[in-house]
């Protein structure tokens, strides 16, 4: 199983980024898809969950501007940030835990800075 997480960068407040994250080794279709993040000195923290049948859960301090998605034909996930803010500024991680094993994979996580 490999991830590989892309999209990150510089923004200013208020700005937007799409990460995207390319799976080889699993179906994004027939796992349930992760994105957390990471800021310096904190806990890596659950951003996004894309389920199975497509349901979507996400951490409140990102409601209603964050969306999780994904392409099965591309075997990718996405995660496109709107009205960014500094607090957001952390590394990105895209990840998947799989049901039968219980094996978790990390991809090697993209940067978003946010600051003006």
């Known amino acids: 199983v490999r991830l590989v997480e892309s999209g990150g960068g510089l923004v200013q407040p208020g700005g937007s980024l799409r990460l995207s994250c390319a799976a080889t080794?699993?179906?994004?279709?027939?796992?349930?898809m992760g994105w957390y993040r990471q800021a310096p000195g904190k806990e890596r923290d659950m951003v996004a969950l894309i389920t199975i049948h497509s349901g979507t859960q996400y951490a409140d301090f990102v409601k209603g501007r964050f969306t999780a998605s994904r392409d099965n034909a591309k075997n990718m996930v996405y995660l496109q940030m709107n009205s960014l803010e500094p607090e957001d500024t952390a590394v990105y991680f895209c990840n998947v835990v799989l049901p039968r094993s219980g094996s978790s994979y990390w991809g090697q996580g993209t940067q978003v800075t946010v600051s003006s």
């Open positions: 080794g699993i179906g994004v279709s027939e796992e349930q």
